[in-house]
Each structure stands twice: as structure tokens, then as C-alpha cells.
């Protein structure tokens, strides 16, 4: 089993920043694809980034331009950048990681953005 670690939530202002990182351990294969999903109330899970063990990243077309995924395999982590935030990027984040079927998800993070 995999365990996640999110880190870095918080309360920002329209415009602001924040970093969201997620630390992975136990049982982890060296092909994998780790990433980033949020649900705001009342709405469904949905991806925002995601990037595979060798690199290659994939975004949510909200969120193109304004966050940047990025990981350390040596150390299992995978972090979040969020520039230009809005309101609508209110949600609670959760850190996910997957091996072919298998799937693990961190405890959620809240990012909460003020207008």
C-alpha cells in the first residue's frame, strides 16, 4: 500500500499563490503516475494535473498557464504551484498516486480563495 501526505492548504486572496506538496511512502513501484484532483461542494472529484514517473505532465484547461506540477522521484513527492488563483479554485485538494490498478489517495488539503 501507498501512503499520501498532502501538505500546504490554505486561505488566499484572488491573484495570490500557494504550493501544495505531497509526500508518498510504502510500497511504491517505479512506473507510476502521481497528481493532483479537486472537489468543490456539491461538485465531483475532477483532475487538475497529473505526471507520470518519466515526466510528462498533463492539466485540467482551467488551470493551464496558472499551476505547474512537479516531482522528485528520490524522494517521492510531487508538488503543486498555483499562481493567478481565483475563486473558483476553491476545493479540497487530494494527492493521488497510481500503479496500474491500483489507486491511493492522500486526505484532502483545503484551498479556500477569496474573492
Known amino acids: 500500500q501507498v501512503q499520501l501526505v498532502e501538505s500546504g492548504g490554505g486561505l488566499v486572496q484572488a491573484g495570490g499563490s500557494l504550493r501544495l506538496s505531497c509526500a508518498a511512502s510504502?510500497?511504491?513501484?517505479?512506473?507510476?503516475?502521481m497528481g493532483w484532483y479537486r472537489q468543490a461542494p456539491g461538485k465531483q472529484r475532477e483532475l487538475v494535473a497529473s505526471?507520470?514517473?518519466?515526466?510528462?505532465?498533463n492539466y485540467a484547461d482551467s488551470v493551464k498557464g496558472r499551476f505547474s506540477i512537479s516531482r522528485a522521484n528520490a524522494k517521492n513527492t510531487v508538488d503543486l504551484q498555483m499562481i493567478s488563483l481565483k475563486p473558483e479554485d476553491t476545493a479540497v485538494y487530494y494527492c493521488?498516486?497510481?500503479?496500474?490498478?491500483?489507486?491511493?489517495w492522500g486526505q484532502g488539503t483545503q484551498v479556500t480563495v477569496s474573492s
Open positions: 510504502g510500497s511504491i513501484f517505479s512506473i507510476n503516475v
Open positions: 505526471i507520470t514517473s518519466s515526466g510528462s505532465t
Open positions: 493521488s498516486y497510481s500503479s496500474g490498478t491500483y489507486r491511493s
